[in-house]
């Protein structure tokens, strides 16, 4: 195993008392690269034959082990990010273990979920129940493991009564459901990229694929949210991929991809003619094309903001091969995809939206340089945010802004052709969010 671990008391510690030891014990032979590294040393650690590679993610100093971090660190399945630390919101790999945004992990929760992790890997003996702790990783990184057997598409302000549903319904049909904990991909009123909204859509449909099946609590408010139709997008694309059909509209006798979920008793009924009935147009094939680069550009296991520069020199050719699959799409290799942030005005928002009035072209299209878009967002600079209020444009509600949650995370690989390559990888962005009217 190579180890990549920070120049950190906490790197230290994991290292000393809870990585070396595993490794002993699974008689795992362990190198150290300690910083500062590059990503010269990352790709070696790909080469050298390792079985293993170990990042240690957490970032409890400027740089952690990011300058080293590479594209095949998130792709390639020998590799193993842990953090103490929320990751970059543009970090996603096959094997991590992480809090979510606002959480922490300790060393000790970390180490017994890699001792369990490398000995069912290498074929050994599981080691003693890990020790409880108050704060767990982000539920959405077991799913590569053991899936559950449905997604529950739904909102959020119903997340109580969905999850007495969840319950029942477990009980009663012996499924596990997966129900994506409130707000571990987006706050509700949170100011984001377009870049950070289709990444959000892109590990929601990651989670919608591996389960293969998704149910919908289909309330009034089901339609006023981007994610939610975005869910049902992809449950879309989903049956697209298995040559199924009939998720919004009639198909051959096939088990429906997307199911109903009835309130009040654990029960499903297919979706489809539910779906034609209140008059939901299917989307057609362009749209679910658009659907599918968006989600291309944005996957945080394949992509990062450095796809904001067209590439030069030897990358074009690199360029030219993976474009017809989607990736460098005209609309994301701009700076403002990564860097204009769109504002949810309490004012535009839609509200009970019927299903025969959701817009699937306008909901995958690039949104109107002013103004509001389909779901009540307005564009605005990053810089802008500080000032605490922001005017609707559309409506003239006047937004008010507040930072309480610390910043979010991205990782920004220095890219060969750049001037400053001794820049910061890691960068910190404020997270707004729209406090309520009132």
């Known amino acids: 195993m190579t180890?990549?671990?920070?120049?950190?008391?906490?790197?230290?510690?994991?290292l000393d008392h809870h990585v070396a030891p595993i490794c002993a014990a699974l008689d795992i032979a362990l190198r150290v690269v300690r910083p500062p590294a590059n990503r010269a040393t990352g790709l070696r650690a790909k080469l050298?034959?390792?079985a293993f590679v170990l990042w240690d993610g957490s970032l409890e100093d400027e740089r952690g082990i990011y300058d080293a971090l590479t594209l095949w660190a998130k792709l390639d399945r020998s590799n193993i990010i842990v953090s103490r630390t929320p990751l970059p919101q543009n970090v996603l790999t096959w094997n991590q273990f992480a809090p979510p945004h606002g959480g922490t992990l300790d060393n000790a929760r970390i180490g017994a979920w890699l001792h369990t992790h490398l000995a069912a890997r290498l074929g050994r003996p599981a080691p003693p129940a890990a020790p409880t702790t108050t704060t767990e990783a982000a539920a959405h990184y077991w799913m590569y493991e053991r899936p559950a057997r449905y997604f529950l598409s739904h909102r959020g302000t119903h997340h109580?009564?969905?999850?007495?549903?969840?319950?029942?319904?477990?009980?009663?049909?012996?499924?596990?459901?997966?129900?994506?904990?409130?707000?571990?991909f987006s706050y509700p009123t949170e100011v984001v990229t377009r870049a950070q909204m289709w990444e959000g859509v892109a590990r929601l449909f990651r989670e919608i694929a591996v389960t293969g099946r998704m149910l919908v609590y289909l309330t009034a408010d089901?339609?006023?949210?981007?994610?939610?139709?975005?869910?049902?997008?992809?449950?879309?694309?989903?049956?697209?991929?298995?040559?199924l059909l009939g998720v919004v509209g009639r198909g051959r006798n096939t088990p429906p991809p997307v199911e109903l979920a009835l309130p009040g008793r654990p029960d499903t009924t297919p979706f489809a003619p539910v779906a034609e009935k209140l008059g939901l147009r299917p989307p057609d094939r362009e749209e679910l094309r658009r659907f599918r680069r968006l989600l291309a550009n944005c996957d945080?296991?394949?992509?990062?903001?450095?796809?904001?520069?067209?590439?030069?020199?030897a990358g074009r050719l690199i360029a030219a091969l993976v474009k017809p699959f989607g990736f460098y799409d005209a609309e994301v290799v701009r700076e403002d995809f990564w860097s204009v942030v769109r504002v949810p005005c309490p004012g535009c928002a839609p509200r009970h939206r019927s299903a025969d009035r959701v817009d699937w072209q306008a909901h995958v299209a690039a949104p109107p340089p002013t103004g509001t878009d389909?779901?009540?967002?307005?564009?605005?600079?990053?810089?802008?945010?500080?000032?605490?209020v922001l005017t609707c444009p559309t409506c003239a509600t006047r937004c008010r802004l507040v930072n309480r949650?610390?910043?979010?995370?991205?990782?920004t690989p220095v890219m060969s052709t750049e001037a400053d390559q001794n820049r910061p990888v890691v960068r910190r962005?404020?997270?707004?969010?729209?406090?309520?009217?009132?």
């Open 222 to 243: 089901y339609f006023d949210s981007f994610w939610c139709a975005s869910e049902l997008l992809g449950a879309t694309e989903l049956a697209r991929n298995q040559g």
């Open 405 to 411: 949650r610390g910043a979010r995370v991205l990782w």
């Open 48 to 50: 050298d034959g390792s």
């Open 3 to 14: 180890c990549f671990a920070p120049a950190t008391d906490g790197g230290q510690d994991l």
């Open 429 to 438: 962005i404020p997270l707004w969010e729209v406090l309520p009217p009132g």
């Open 374 to 388: 389909a779901f009540g967002y307005f564009p605005a600079a990053e810089s802008d945010l500080a000032r605490g």
């Open 160 to 184: 109580q009564a969905v999850a007495q549903w969840r319950t029942a319904f477990e009980r009663e049909r012996g499924r596990t459901v997966r129900v994506v904990p409130a707000q571990e």
């Open 300 to 313: 945080p296991l394949s992509c990062a903001p450095e796809t904001v520069h067209a590439p030069r020199g």
